[in-house]
C-alpha cells in the first residue's frame, strides 16, 4: 500500500511538472506568433525608410560607403556619452545598480579588460546577495502589511479578522500598479517621454527585463547636474524592484510550493492509511482473541451440559428400579 502511494504521489508531481513545460513552451510560441505579427511589418517599414535616408544622405553629401560606415561607427560610440561621463561616481553607481539587479540596460559597459574581469566576479557575489535581499524585504513587507490589515479588520469590526492569502495578493497587486503608477508620473515629467512610454519604462526596470530602449538619466549631463533626480531614481529603482519582489513572493512561491504540498499530503495520506491498518490488525486481534473467548466458554458449556446429561441418565434407571420394586 505505502508503495503504490508513493508511485502514485511521484506520477503525480511529474505530471505537473510536465504540464508545466508545456504550457512554458505552449507561452513562447503563442508569444512569437504574436510579436511576429505586430512588430515584423513594423521592422520593415523601418528598414526601408532607414535605408532610403541613408541613399539620400550618401547622395547629398557624396558619402562613399567607407565615410558612412565610419560615421555610424562613431554616432554609436557616441550615443553612450550622451548624458555625460558614464565612468564617474554617479554612472557607476548606476551602472552598479544594473549589475546586481540584472536589470541591464546595455546603456554602458565596461571598456577595459580589467573592468570586465571585476564585472563578472561583482556579478557573481553581487546577484546572489541583492536576490536574499529583496526576499528578505518583501518577506518583512508582507508580513507587516499582513499586520496592517488585520489591524484595520479589527478596528472596523469585522467578525473574521485573518488575513486570507487574496486578501495579500490584492494588496500586493495594488502596491505594484500605484509603484508603477508613481513611476511613470515622475518619469514623463523628467525624462519628457509620454505617461505610456513612462510607465512601460518603470515595468520593463522593476522586472529587471530591462530592453534599454528606454533609459533614464541619459539627457545631457542629467548624472552631473540634476542631483535629486539622480537620487530619486536610485530610490524608485530599489523600492520598486522590492515591492515588485513582495509582490512576486505571495504569487511565485505559491507554485513552487506547490510540489511540496503534495509530498507532505502524500505522506499524511501514508501515514492515514499505516495508522487505519494498525487499527484494523489490533481489532481483528481483539476480535479474534474474543473469538476464542466464546469458543472456550461455549465449549465448556457443552462439556458441562453433556455431564449433567449423563449424570441424570445414570440416575434416572435406579429411580425405576426403586419405584417398582415391592
Not at 515629467?189 to 513612462?198: C, K, N
Not at 503534495?262 to 482473541?289: F, N
Request: hydrophobic share 45%.
Amino acid at each position: 500500500m505505502g508503495t503504490r502511494s508513493l508511485f502514485s504521489s511521484m506520477k503525480k508531481q511529474n505530471i505537473r511538472t510536465l504540464s508545466l513545460i508545456l504550457c512554458m513552451f505552449s507561452y513562447l510560441l503563442v508569444g512569437a506568433a504574436v510579436f511576429d505579427a505586430l512588430e515584423s511589418e513594423s521592422e520593415n517599414s523601418r528598414r526601408r525608410i532607414l535605408e532610403q535616408k541613408r541613399n539620400e544622405m550618401k547622395k547629398k553629401y557624396r558619402f562613399s560607403e567607407d565615410d558612412y560606415r565610419e560615421i555610424e561607427r562613431v554616432v554609436l560610440q557616441a550615443e553612450p556619452h550622451r548624458a555625460g561621463r558614464q565612468w564617474k561616481f554617479a554612472g557607476s553607481f548606476y551602472f552598479a545598480i544594473t549589475v546586481i539587479t540584472t536589470i541591464g540596460y546595455g546603456h554602458a559597459a565596461p571598456g577595459t579588460d580589467a573592468g570586465k574581469v571585476f564585472c563578472m566576479f561583482y556579478a557573481v557575489l553581487g546577484i546572489p546577495l541583492t536576490l536574499v535581499m529583496f526576499q528578505s524585504l518583501g518577506e518583512r513587507m508582507n508580513t507587516f502589511v499582513r499586520y496592517l490589515l488585520h489591524k484595520m479588520k479589527q478596528c472596523l469590526g469585522f467578525r473574521r479578522t485573518e488575513v486570507s492569502m487574496e486578501n495579500m495578493v490584492l494588496v500586493g497587486f495594488l502596491s505594484c500598479i500605484g509603484t508603477l503608477c508613481v513611476g511613470a508620473a515622475a518619469f514623463s515629467h523628467f525624462e519628457r517621454w509620454s505617461f505610456f512610454h513612462a510607465y512601460y519604462y518603470c515595468f520593463i526596470t522593476l522586472t529587471t527585463i530591462g530592453f534599454g530602449d528606454f533609459v533614464a538619466l541619459q539627457k545631457k549631463e542629467d548624472l552631473q547636474e540634476k542631483t535629486p533626480y539622480v537620487a530619486f531614481s536610485f530610490m524608485y529603482i530599489l523600492v520598486g524592484l522590492t515591492v515588485i519582489g513582495a509582490f512576486l513572493n505571495l504569487v511565485v512561491l505559491r507554485f513552487l510550493t506547490m510540489n511540496t504540498e503534495d509530498e507532505r499530503r502524500d505522506a499524511q495520506e501514508r501515514a492515514s492509511l499505516k495508522r487505519d491498518r494498525g487499527l484494523l490488525d489490533g481489532a481483528l486481534r481483539v476480535v479474534g482473541d474474543t473469538q476464542c473467548e466464546c469458543m472456550s466458554a461455549c465449549l465448556s458449556m457443552i462439556v458441562y451440559l453433556f455431564s449433567e446429561c449423563m449424570s441424570r441418565i445414570q440416575v434416572a434407571p435406579a429411580l425405576d428400579r426403586n419405584f417398582f420394586m415391592p
